[in-house]
């Protein structure tokens, strides 16, 4: 473990409180960037205290907006978990940029998420640059991970990530830097009170107990997603779009125990993906059906029958008329 000790340094030398100084209720939005596998989604999830967001060891999987919201006594925080800020290299890309700048212009303190154990690269700088971009709004630097990286190594990588905000960002750099780990829990709550810290008095957005916004097909299509990259190669999160076509409940079924049909189809670039989604003998797809089942039963709280098509849909990512349909 790294820094038990941690705390957050602020630029201004003092911490800042949650509450406002009339002790009044504070909330407002942030958002979560970083370039992909940083650790956003873990992050949401430990912040939102339950699953909401879909976490994968494969980069770009959080496709759509996802917001968790973080509900105290003292504030409301509701965070937007985005795709990676990345350069645009397809049609999709730019319409992922675009969505993450709107994003961006419209939260009160955004956090910039950097993984303690990878040397700060070419994708950060340019993130930062973007962010630097977007005017005064309060960016606060986290420090991920901080379990993969020894003490010495996180405290190097403070002083790294300090530089950086202060050549990219001028003046004092960012607002905040916060070493945390989602995993174990370290430093969580401390990522919270800072981010806190800069929403304004206001009263709570959303009624309590509100985990998220997503319409439940959005999640359904996430589940699926999650299931069908498990394991897959580099190439296919970005070739792969799912669809949720319906949600239906099951006719002739006592009321005591419904089943709702879930249909979903699966788009994919070339051939050669859908085979690698299917399986020798469609044992891969199964498999995918399955996992997926077991989590979109327990988000629905239903049993549901779930059939899943692929479909190629060459160049999709390409094509601005298949990209509207498939709902970008
Ligand atoms: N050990 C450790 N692993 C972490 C931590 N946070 C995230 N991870 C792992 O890092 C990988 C990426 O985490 P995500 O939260 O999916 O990253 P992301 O930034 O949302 O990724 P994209 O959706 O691709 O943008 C996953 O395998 C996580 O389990 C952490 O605090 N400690």
Same mark, same amino acid.
């Given at each position: 473990?790294?820094?038990?000790?941690?705390?957050?340094?602020?630029?201004?030398?003092?911490?800042?409180?949650?509450?406002?100084?009339?002790?009044?209720?504070?909330?407002?939005?942030?958002?979560?960037?970083?370039?992909?596998?940083?650790?956003?989604?873990?992050?949401?999830?430990?912040?939102?205290?339950? =699953?909401?967001?879909?976490?994968?060891?494969?980069?770009?999987?959080?496709?759509?907006?996802?917001?968790?919201?973080?509900?105290?006594?003292?504030?409301?925080?509701?965070?937007?978990? @985005?795709?990676?800020?990345?350069?645009?290299?397809?049609?999709?890309?730019?319409?992922?940029?675009?969505?993450?700048?709107?994003?961006?212009?419209?939260?009160?303190?955004?956090?910039?998420?950097?993984?303690?154990?990878?040397?700060?690269?070419?994708?950060?700088?340019?993130?930062?640059?973007?962010?630097?971009?977007?005017?005064?709004?309060?960016?606060?630097?986290?420090?991920? =991970?901080?379990?993969?990286?020894?003490?010495?190594?996180?405290?190097?990588?403070?002083?790294?990530?300090?530089?950086?905000?202060?050549?990219?960002?001028?003046?004092?750099?960012?607002?905040?830097?916060?070493?945390?780990?989602?995993?174990?829990?370290?430093? #969580?709550?401390?990522?919270?009170?800072?981010?806190?810290?800069?929403?304004?008095?206001?009263?709570?957005?959303?009624?309590?107990?509100?985990? @998220?916004?997503?319409?439940?097909?959005?999640?359904?299509?996430?589940?699926?997603?999650?299931?069908?990259?498990?394991?897959?190669?580099?190439?296919?999160?970005?070739?792969?779009?799912?669809?949720?076509?319906?949600?239906?409940?099951?006719?002739?079924?006592?009321?005591?125990?419904?089943?709702?049909?879930?249909?979903?189809?699966?788009?994919?670039?070339?051939?050669?993906?859908?085979?690698?989604?299917?399986?020798?003998?469609?044992?891969?797809?199964?498999? #995918?059906?399955?996992?997926?089942?077991?989590?979109?039963?327990?988000?629905?709280?239903?049993?549901?029958?779930?059939?899943?098509?692929?479909?190629?849909?060459?160049?999709?990512?390409?094509?601005?008329?298949?990209?509207?349909?498939?709902?970008?």
């Amino acid at each position: 473990m790294a820094r038990r000790d941690g705390g957050a340094a602020s630029s201004s030398g003092e911490f800042k409180g949650a509450t406002t100084d009339d002790g009044g209720f504070r909330a407002g939005f942030a958002v979560l960037v970083g370039r992909p596998n940083a650790g956003k989604s873990t992050l949401t999830n430990a912040l939102v205290g339950q =699953k909401v967001a879909i976490t994968s060891a494969k980069p770009q999987t959080t496709r759509h907006t996802i917001r968790g919201i973080v509900h105290r006594p003292d504030a409301q925080l509701v965070l937007v978990d @985005t795709p990676g800020l990345h350069r645009p290299r397809t049609l999709l890309g730019q319409r992922l940029n675009d969505l993450v700048a709107e994003t961006l212009s419209e939260v009160d303190a955004i956090g910039f998420c950097i993984p303690a154990n990878e040397r700060i690269g070419p994708g950060d700088r340019f993130i930062a640059a973007q962010l630097a971009a977007v005017g005064r709004k309060p960016i606060v630097a986290i420090v991920t =991970k901080a379990d993969l990286a020894d003490r010495a190594r996180v405290t190097e990588q403070l002083l790294a990530v300090t530089d950086l905000g202060r050549e990219v960002l001028g003046g004092e750099g960012f607002s905040d830097i916060v070493p945390v780990s989602a995993q174990d829990g370290f430093q #969580v709550e401390t990522v919270a009170d800072v981010l806190v810290g800069h929403m304004p008095p206001s009263p709570p957005l959303y009624p309590d107990g509100e985990l @998220t916004d997503e319409p439940e097909a959005v999640m359904v299509a996430e589940l699926v997603r999650e299931a069908a990259l498990e394991g897959v190669r580099d190439e296919l999160p970005h070739s792969l779009a799912v669809v949720v076509d319906e949600i239906v409940p099951r006719e002739d079924r006592p009321e005591d125990n419904p089943l709702l049909d879930v249909r979903v189809n699966l788009f994919v670039e070339r051939p050669s993906q859908k085979a690698i989604i299917i399986g020798r003998g469609g044992a891969r797809l199964r498999e #995918v059906g399955s996992t997926a089942r077991r989590g979109i039963e327990a988000l629905l709280g239903t049993k549901i029958y779930l059939d899943l098509h692929v479909k190629v849909a060459k160049d999709w990512q390409r094509d601005p008329k298949q990209l509207g349909r498939l709902g970008f």
